[in-house]
């Protein structure tokens, strides 16, 4: 059975940083393609950035590049999201997901997803 699930999102000030971790268990980690996603109240969900397989490349949408960092170990099974200087605009639930590839800002043909981890920020 596959398990994904999401940790490190809570309240932050403006300008502060969080880590999130997405861990996953029962896949073949590093055959997949990771992302992280958001979805904010009355919002679709978008992606933020992508990984691909083996770490090689990332993505990440024009409104987080140069804030966000997307990095995997696949030696622990587990993606991560560094993010500083967060803004209010950053608050959203952040979900991760394993796809079969990245396309922009987005992994594509996904097929499992976490549960998400709640990133608030304050003004």
């Known amino acids: 059975q596959v398990q994904v699930v999401e940790s490190g999102g809570g309240l932050v000030q403006a300008g502060g940083s969080l880590r999130l971790s997405c861990t996953a268990s029962g896949l073949t980690f590093d055959d997949y393609a990771m992302g992280w996603f958001r979805q904010a109240p009355g919002k679709e969900r978008e992606g933020v950035s992508c990984?691909?397989?083996?770490?090689?490349?990332?993505y990440y949408r024009d409104s987080v590049t140069g804030r966000f960092t997307i990095f995997r170990d696949n030696a622990k099974n587990t993606l991560y999201l560094q993010i500083n200087s967060l803004k209010p605009e950053d608050t959203a639930m952040y979900f991760c997901?394993?796809?079969?590839?990245?396309?922009?800002?987005?992994?594509?043909?996904?097929?499992?997803w976490g549960q998400g981890t709640q990133v608030t920020v304050s003004s």
């Open positions: 997901a394993a796809g079969s590839n990245c396309v922009h800002s987005y992994a594509t043909g996904t097929r499992y």
């Open positions: 990984i691909t397989s083996n770490g090689g490349s990332a």
